[in-house]
């Protein structure tokens, strides 16, 4: 009883009103049917550049940002997506990025192999160019192993673009891959200042989605810039001391190729190429020589160099994998040693 005698029970409590309404929530978001197609081609400070309805008379460009109903998905370079609100491409218009289409591809790597925490690079590309110099930089064959094992795992072709030819001959550095059968082209400058071997190039990248990895310094820049007249890739030296490239390229461009022939994505050159999101099975899958041998391996074996009767030592000492098969088999246990002590290792 209260303290002027009166008496109370359920009925009497007063429920504060939602200041919200009383409408329940819900997840349904909405289908934005309207949605434009658009390619993404390079990634900005929060800001993603578009060419929207490519291949029409209506393509243009257009500057959108993620929706919040996307969260955090990554949204790459490569990536088709759906964008809504101003689509007109005006100076200062935004657009919303509301959807991302389903990926035929999606090409990751990590900072270093301990490093688990994938760094997405492109989507949807069906071709890794690997470019590398013969001199000036020296040849890493470790970084071309790496990319070739980060292809395989994405379901992406691979090209070897070996550039500088006129520093020295490319026939030995070639016999490494041969077994794999990875296809190649050849370029150096001419002495009209053109580029030897770039229509080769050209016919390779027809009609493809192709994205163009390698490090500093080997020429990446200036073969996007000779494929595609007004790119304006910024070119640079290699550095006397180290012997390195200086990054020119601070981000992923996507470019249509003259003609919408195609797609290249230009990629920031890189030193290192971490895979600590591959798993060593995937790893020894990756490397299409010598994993047919492994088979004569006895269940479990880690195909380590310490391992007993390892089928591959024997194998590769009987020329079953080729030539380069000593280089390869060091390459790969070198590789497979970094993945399972997570110790990271730079191409």
Same mark, same amino acid.
């Given at each position: 009883?209260? #303290?002027? +005698?009166? *008496?109370?029970?359920?009925?009497?409590?007063?429920? *504060?009103?939602?200041?919200?309404?009383?409408?329940? *929530?819900?997840?349904?978001?909405?289908?934005?049917?309207?949605?434009?197609?658009?390619?993404?081609?390079?990634?900005?400070?929060?800001?993603?550049?578009?060419?929207?309805?490519?291949?029409?008379?209506?393509? &243009?460009?257009?500057?959108?940002?993620?929706?919040?109903?996307?969260?955090?998905?990554?949204?790459?370079?490569?990536?088709?997506?759906?964008?809504?609100?101003?689509?007109?491409?005006?100076?200062?218009?935004?657009? &919303?990025?509301?959807?991302?289409?389903?990926?035929?591809?999606?090409?990751?790597?990590?900072?270093?192999?301990?490093?688990?925490?994938?760094?997405?690079?492109?989507?949807?590309?069906?071709?890794?160019?690997?470019?590398?110099?013969?001199?000036?930089?020296?040849?890493?064959?470790?970084?071309?192993?790496?990319?070739?094992?980060?292809?395989?795992?994405?379901?992406?072709?691979?090209?070897?673009?070996?550039?500088?030819?006129?520093?020295?001959?490319?026939?030995?550095?070639?016999?490494?891959?041969?077994?794999?059968?990875?296809?190649?082209?050849?370029?150096?400058?001419?002495?009209?200042?053109?580029?030897? +071997? @770039?229509?080769?190039?050209?016919?390779?990248?027809?009609?493809?989605?192709?994205?163009?990895?390698?490090?500093?310094?080997?020429?990446?820049?200036?073969?996007?810039?000779?494929?595609? #007249?007004?790119?304006? &890739?910024?070119?640079?030296?290699?550095?006397?001391?180290?012997?390195?490239?200086?990054?020119?390229?601070?981000?992923?461009?996507?470019?249509?190729? #003259?003609?919408?022939?195609?797609?290249?994505?230009?990629?920031?050159?890189?030193?290192?190429?971490?895979?600590?999101?591959?798993? #060593?099975?995937? @790893?020894?899958?990756?490397?299409?020589?010598?994993?047919?041998?492994?088979?004569?391996?006895?269940?479990?074996?880690?195909?380590?160099?310490?391992?007993?009767?390892?089928?591959?030592?024997?194998?590769?000492?009987?020329?079953?994998?080729?030539?380069? +098969?000593?280089?390869?088999?060091?390459?790969?246990? *070198?590789?497979?040693?970094?993945? &399972?002590?997570?110790?990271?290792?730079?191409?």
């Amino acid at each position: 009883m209260s #303290p002027r +005698g009166m *008496r109370f029970d359920e009925s009497d409590v007063r429920i *504060r009103p939602n200041k919200r309404g009383s409408r329940p *929530r819900t997840k349904i978001r909405p289908a934005h049917e309207d949605a434009i197609p658009a390619v993404v081609t390079a990634v900005d400070r929060g800001r993603w550049r578009t060419t929207a309805e490519p291949g029409t008379p209506q393509e &243009r460009q257009v500057t959108a940002m993620r929706a919040r109903e996307l969260g955090r998905s990554p949204v790459v370079p490569g990536d088709v997506v759906g964008i809504v609100g101003d689509t007109s491409g005006a100076e200062g218009s935004l657009a &919303r990025i509301v959807r991302i289409e389903p990926r035929t591809s999606f090409l990751r790597r990590s900072a270093d192999d301990d490093d688990t925490t994938e760094r997405p690079l492109v989507a949807n590309a069906d071709l890794m160019v690997m470019v590398t110099a013969l001199a000036d930089p020296e040849p890493r064959g470790g970084m071309i192993d790496r990319c070739l094992v980060a292809a395989y795992v994405a379901g992406v072709d691979t090209l070897l673009c070996l550039t500088k030819a006129d520093l020295r001959d490319p026939k030995g550095f070639l016999q490494q891959y041969a077994p794999l059968g990875v296809d190649h082209v050849v370029t150096h400058r001419g002495e009209d200042g053109g580029i030897v +071997g @770039l229509e080769a190039l050209r016919e390779k990248l027809a009609g493809r989605t192709s994205v163009l990895i390698g490090h500093s310094g080997v020429g990446k820049s200036t073969l996007l810039n000779a494929l595609i #007249p007004g790119a304006g &890739r910024a070119t640079g030296v290699v550095n006397d001391v180290t012997g390195r490239g200086r990054h020119t390229s601070s981000s992923a461009l996507a470019l249509q190729l #003259p003609g919408e022939s195609g797609w290249v994505i230009d990629t920031p050159g890189v030193r290192s190429f971490g895979l600590g999101h591959v798993s #060593p099975e995937e @790893l020894l899958e990756a490397f299409g020589d010598l994993a047919p041998l492994a088979e004569a391996c006895p269940r479990g074996c880690t195909h380590t160099a310490d391992a007993p009767d390892c089928a591959l030592d024997g194998a590769v000492e009987r020329g079953e994998a080729g030539p380069a +098969g000593p280089a390869r088999l060091a390459s790969y246990r *070198r590789l497979d040693e970094a993945l &399972r002590r997570n110790d990271p290792w730079e191409a």
